[in-house]
């Protein structure tokens, strides 16, 4: 069985990553095509070292954009890559413009789609990720489903017969290499003694109103404890266009970081501010308090189980970030870090004749 991966994005790297080590453990061909949506190297080329990913065969270099320049500079060389290729299965990741733009030139030439991670729902229709991963799951022939309730999403919207439920793959890496960390030790990274905060934030709701980025950026500040931010370009680029200092009182800003220090850093930190939906989930699974600046989230788990709250509005950052560890739980809606084997099994058993 031959697969093509497409990815683009940082949290579809750490996606990748589980699924090639199973495909190669099966004996699969596996062609990976990198967009090159995100094209800094924090954010792409460090994460196929760091996760033991071989180097993409092609890599379309396409860089920033709007959505619609973003999404229609792929579609040649994405074209291009499965015609030279002709893989079984053409396999997308998540959300981001590089998913719906594979699914898209997959379709047009009659290639088999799985989207992997498929029923995920905000129902936030201002989300762009919302509109990319809603046409990805009309489009795709298998839909790979993390969760029960994703699922339940896509039964609601007829694809009950495309469905399968495999887990959660960002669960089965982030063990991985949360086992690593504690073996290995941390890489090393600059982190404040005592209790800190990690803080991520990137989604355009949050970066392109002034104001907004203003008032979040300003609540991280008069955190009494100390807030690692780490800084994607995106939020660099925006803060510095609307004059605001992302150094302010209790923030220290640092780069990007490679995925086991992202991993060493919040699972050593006292609670995270975000508004990443993989960040999110990462920081469930390592028990560590989320507080979300978001007015919604796809994974609804992490706030039924007390361990994420919303404040999209950011009526009380401050509280939020700083309340108590809930109580301890075994929960495990994610998974049990096995999923990669149920995509590989999956694939294998709906392969077109």
Partial sequence: MKILSVVGARPQFVKLSPV??????????????????????????????????????VNLHVGSGSHAEQTGAMLPGLERAMLDHRPDWVL?????NSTVAAALAAVKIHQPVAHLEA???????????????????????????PTAVAVEHLRSEGLADRTVLVGDVMTDVLYRVRDEVVREGAP???APEGDYLVATIHRAENTDDPERLGAIVGALAS?????????????????????????????????????????????????????????????????????????????????ELGWNVLDGDLTDVAGHALRPTPP????????DGHAAEQVVAALTEALPA
């Fill in 20 to 57: 090639a080590h199973a495909l190669a453990a099966a004996g699969h061909e596996h062609v990976i095509v990198h967009t090159g949506q995100h094209y800094d190297a924090a954010l792409s080329d460090v994460f196929f070292a760091d996760l033991g990913i071989d180097r993409p065969d």
């Fill in 92 to 96: 997308v990741y998540g959300d981001t």
């Fill in 119 to 145: 029923g995920l729902r905000s129902f936030n229709r201002r989300m762009p990720e919302e509109h990319n991963r809603v046409m990805t799951d009309h489009a795709a022939d298998l839909l790979l489903a």
């Fill in 188 to 190: 090393a990274v600059a």
């Fill in 223 to 303: 955190l009494p404890r100390p807030v690692l931010l780490l800084a994607h370009p995106r939020l660099r680029d925006r803060a510095a266009a609307a004059g605001i200092d992302l150094t302010a009182g209790a923030v220290t800003v640092l780069e990007p970081q490679p995925y086991p220090t992202l991993v060493a850093l919040v699972a050593r930190s006292s609670g995270v501010v975000t508004d990443s939906g993989g960040l999110q989930k990462e920081a469930f699974l390592l028990r560590v308090p989320c507080t979300t600046l978001r007015r919604e989230t796809e994974w609804v788990e992490t706030v």
């Fill in 328 to 335: 301890a739980t075994d929960a495990a809606p994610y998974g």
